[in-house]
């Protein structure tokens, strides 16, 4: 376990944390004007490698040798050229921190800190963090990681949990939530929509299903995985055989076959590891999912048609309803397919290169 004390006094800021993976969804902004929850769950942080935040320098004034250096190959709005390194926990975890009331920059809704650490160490006044809750924005409490210090505290971090554990326990994320608009004088209001979880995580891996193609269609999974993926994939990439053959794989199915092309992987939610195959399918390009959106495309959730009566007989997960579906077609996050395939050196082949510039074009016709 950890805490994160004050870089100045060494005041401690946090409650004990563990480490996990950072979110696909960290710097998701979905929306507008909607209310997303924590980003975090109570007790974790996750650790951002990458710059984030002001200040920003637009890209016509990052020479092409740097951007590379950056892991960047295409052209991007702007980059961040802050430190890298950030810590993100949840707001309930913070400790002996006090608002910075010039800096509570944001829209209508709360605070989004844009105009840099808007929280302030209680003793000494050393800003220490940005608190993020404004509408569209997962709510979250980044530290900022030249400002704090990390110290062990207790017992070393507990053994990650093993594939077939993470399998036993069966967090899965589902694809469709309400999601809740701001209240009006009749009440709270929500609307079903597909989870914006899903739309970040398949917005990354659709970067890395464009990069694995060679320039060549790409066929995915029938079911959810089509559903999310295959519309996105024709529109993006030439028609006409040979089609690369993307699967799903991991723990608990079955062995890879040697045609496999492209494997949809999940990555350990508490170290970020991504899962490799052993035997044929180890040559395959492995494309990483979340492992809760993995899970629920690997081993989908039934529902009955029709509410079961008397007991419940075996087999039945659930005797309600399925869950309302939206009304529109899937569409993965523009941001998070863009940041992803901008840092891939694919994208500088001549069947990628042209995307990033026309992003906002896919976005009119419903793909993002």
Known sequence: MFVFVCGGCGRELTAPLSRVALPAHAHQKYGNGLQLPVLMESGTFAEDPEPWGPPWRRWEEIQPDEAVARGI???????????????????????????????????????????????????????????????????????????????????????????????????????????????????????WSWSPQWEAAVGRALAHLLAASRGQPVTVPDGLSMEVFQRALDALLPAGPPARRAVLAGPGQPTVDGDADIL????????????????????????????????????????????????????VLRDDPPAPRPRYLFRADPDAFQHTLVRLPAVRSPWLRWIPGNLTQHMRAGLF
């Open 73 to 191: 190959y295409a052209p991007v709005h702007a980059l961040s050229d802050g430190a890298p390194g950030s810590i993100v926990i949840t707001p309930g975890d913070a400790r002996g921190t006090v608002l910075i009331p010039e800096r509570a920059s944001g829209y209508c809704c709360g605070l989004d800190g844009a105009d840099g650490p808007n929280m302030a160490c209680e003793r000494c006044d050393l800003p220490v963090a940005s608190r993020i809750d404004d509408c569209s924005l997962w709510q979250a409490v980044w530290l900022a990681p030249d400002a704090v210090r990390r110290l062990t505290v207790g017992d070393a971090d507990s053994v990650p949990l093993t594939w077939t554990e993470l399998l036993e326990e069966g967090k899965s994320t589902p694809p469709f939530e309400p999601i809740a608009t701001w209240g009006s004088r009749l009440g709270p209001n929500h609307f």
């Open 264 to 315: 949809l992987v999940p990555t350990h939610p508490q170290t970020g590891q991504i899962w490799t195959p052993a035997g044929p399918g180890t040559s395959a390009y492995r494309v990483p999912l979340p492992f809760g959106v993995w899970l629920w495309l690997a081993f989908p959730k039934p529902h009955l048609p029709f509410p079961a009566s008397g007991g419940m007989p075996d087999g």
